[in-house]
């Protein structure tokens, strides 16, 4: 470590101030845990920590990506503190660590700088060289981790400039419909939103997702079932799909079931594919395919077809909506659901209750409405009766309340 350079990076830092764009994620402050911000790549996740040591007055910002940082060894972020406290005659509250991964041994010194109880510490790492996963083995119970996704559509008309106000002109109704539509269809990734480049800025994330977070990560030996496989899923999400039968799809690659199960599951650690389990009461059952394919951004797959598929974009946007409120709600989970033949889009449960019951339909009016959505959502309400759950079908631009027996069931348009 070179300690003018140190000197050099903190000096910067500490007049830093940036124009930041504020995200809805709310993490805390004054944890005695170490929070973690995990999720996929070019989600936003060192603008978030930004913003957050913009926050406060006595805060180090240290991004292990900079050249000045770049050789440091986890004994030197002590050695960091020390010259802060020197430059400045102070002691750093909060300790904000952007790609953490990059030093040797650094859940080493974080756990250290934890046990002495003087700093709130928040670290972020790569999804491409740090899991979620790994984050919570090294750090032994000592973390509380949010997850950071694209924008949401709050996010997006926000950053557009739009306002949303309670009551809104048809005009303004139809323009938020309009912008609902790009956003589908270009997903939510902050520099896709900026720049006017989309198609090639999606296609090169997509390229980094396969070969950076997935190949080079876990040392994938037969890229032929890695490309298959990646290109595979992004063209199937918003539908079932099981390890059989992507198995009984592969004529021409030379492998075995337990490959095609190993590469699967490591893709899911990228962050940006997310594999939802079918509802069952027995632990066993949940944990087996076939499960549903979710994408953390619905511009992803903008890069393999050339028509959007509205329903499967808007099931897939109400997917990313429920990932989200997991960071307000831990105890919520999230399942489909099939009674016999029948399918329901999410079951929501808390605890021991199911809160809800949800279809996604690209409806404009009743008659749109498959009446098989509808039977499945009573098919479902008689196995949970008991719970009293939410029956809710979102729908493109449809609003009522549908009643049938006891059974009401809201229609609600996805924009609201």
């Known amino acids: 470590m070179k300690r003018e350079e140190v000197v050099d990076y903190l000096k910067e830092y500490e007049s830093l101030r940036l124009n930041i764009f504020q995200r809805e994620l709310e993490v805390p402050l004054n944890s005695d845990f170490i929070i973690s911000i995990v999720g996929p790549r070019r ?67 974080i756990r250290e700088l934890h046990d002495l109880k003087k700093y709130r510490i928040f670290i972020t790492g790569s999804s491409s060289k740090l899991l979620s996963k790994e984050i919570a083995t090294q750090l032994r119970g000592r973390t509380l981790s949010f997850i950071l996704l694209p924008f949401s559509f709050r996010e997006f008309l926000g ?12 005009d303004e109704e139809a323009k938020i419909k309009n912008l609902l539509r790009q956003y589908l269809e270009f997903g939510g990734f902050p520099d896709v939103i900026k720049n006017e480049e989309k198609i090639r800025i999606l296609k090169e994330y997509s390229d980094l997702i396969l070969f950076r977070d997935f190949i080079e990560r876990h040392k994938i030996r037969n890229l032929d ?12 999400f918003s539908k079932e799909i099981s390890i059989r039968g992507i198995f009984n799809k592969i004529s021409n690659i030379k492998v075995s079931k337990d490959t095609v199960y190993e590469y699967v599951s490591k893709l899911e650690d990228t962050m940006f594919f997310f594999f939802l389990r079918k509802f069952s009461n027995k632990v066993h059952v949940r944990e087996l395919w076939p499960k549903k394919v979710y994408l953390c951004d619905t511009g992803i797959p903008k890069v393999f077809r050339f028509t959007p598929d509205y329903g499967r974009l808007m099931e897939n946007l109400v997917f990313i909506e429920l990932l989200r409120r997991k960071n307000i709600n831990p105890l919520l989970e999230v399942y489909y659901l099939k009674v016999n033949d029948k399918e329901v889009d999410f079951l929501t449960k808390e605890g021991l ?49 549908l009643k049938k027996d006891n059974l009401e069931i809201k229609c609600i348009p996805l924009w609201k």
Do not use: C, M
């Not at 996740?45 to 050789?71: A, C, H, M, P, W």
């Not at 557009?160 to 048809?170: I, M, N, P, R, S």
């Not at 809160?355 to 409405?369: F, G, H, P, R």
């Open 43 to 109: 989600a936003g996740k060192t603008y978030f920590l930004l913003s957050l040591y913009q926050k406060v007055e006595d805060g180090i910002y240290l991004n292990f990506e900079d050249t000045r940082l770049i050789n440091i060894s986890f004994r030197d972020i002590r050695e960091i503190i020390r010259i802060f406290i020197e430059l400045y005659g102070k002691t750093p509250k909060y300790l904000f660590l952007d790609e953490i991964q990059n030093i040797p041994k650094w859940e080493i010194a």
């Open 159 to 170: 950053f557009q400039g739009f306002k949303v106000d309670k009551y809104l002109a048809k």
């Open 225 to 236: 079932l890695a490309r298959f496989l990646h290109a595979f899923i992004i063209q199937n």
């Open 353 to 401: 209750k199911i809160k809800q019951l949800i279809q996604v339909t690209y409806a404009s009016n009743k008659d749109e409405i498959d009446q098989r959505e509808i039977k499945a959502l009573e098919k479902a309400y008689e196995l949970f009766k008991k719970d009293r759950p939410e029956i809710l079908i979102f729908t493109w631009d449809y609003e009522d309340v």
